[in-house]
């Protein structure tokens, strides 16, 4: 796919038709992702692709808002982070998931990236469970020291996002002539 096309069709998306996902596009984006630099080198991300659908639909319940398109996603991909290894592990862990977005949408998949970092299962009450808590209890295989920084909810779109209004180029990008 053409980098231009690439950027494009990479929107997030919340329905899915329900078309099994094949594991070996995961793999292949997984792979790909891996590519993306880190701080240092450190190479602090991790990866872990979740097929099983009573999990993958069990993580659309990690919080009271904004994660329930999980729940009739065809897959996921935890994104996960060794904070021994850097300072900067969210950081690294962010331009990987931002890469291996663009890495599924170039295997014809659709995503949307669903947040975990420091929210709450219950955004009014303050002591309720950690999001991450609630992930590596669907997910007991996270290894313990490995924190969870975001869910990539994958599928076969059943519908084109509307397209975004404009974006303000005159006022985003600067030029220090
Ligand atoms: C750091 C980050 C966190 C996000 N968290 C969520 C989320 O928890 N749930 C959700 O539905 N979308 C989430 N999104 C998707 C954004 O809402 C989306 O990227 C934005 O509205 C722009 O739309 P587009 O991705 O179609 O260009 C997140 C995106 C980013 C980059």
């Keep these: 796919m053409e980098f231009k096309e690439l950027i494009t069709k990479r929107r997030s998306t919340r329905r899915y038709t329900g078309k099994p996902v094949e594991i070996e596009k995961l793999r292949i984006a997984m792979e790909q992702a891996l590519t993306a630099p880190s701080s240092k080198n450190t190479r602090s991300t991790r990866l872990m692709a979740v097929t099983n659908l009573q999990k993958v639909h069990a993580l659309g319940k990690m919080r009271d808002w904004g994660s329930s398109l999980l729940e009739e996603a065809g897959a996921a991909i935890v994104v996960l982070g060794d904070e021994s290894a850097s300072p900067m592990w969210q950081t690294n862990a962010s331009i ?50 490995y924190r ?4 990539i909810s994958i599928g076969y779109a059943d519908y084109v996002p509307k397209p975004l209004p404009p974006y303000e180029g005159p006022e985003r990008i600067l030029f220090d002539e």
């Design 148 to 151: 969870v920084w975001c869910v």
């Design 96 to 145: 990987m998931a931002t890469v291996l977005q663009l890495a599924l949408v170039n295997q014809g998949l659709s995503t949307c990236w669903v947040h975990v970092g420091d929210y709450l299962t219950l955004k009014d009450v303050p002591d309720s469970k950690t999001t991450e808590q609630y992930v590596k209890e669907v997910l007991p295989s996270i290894p313990e020291d």
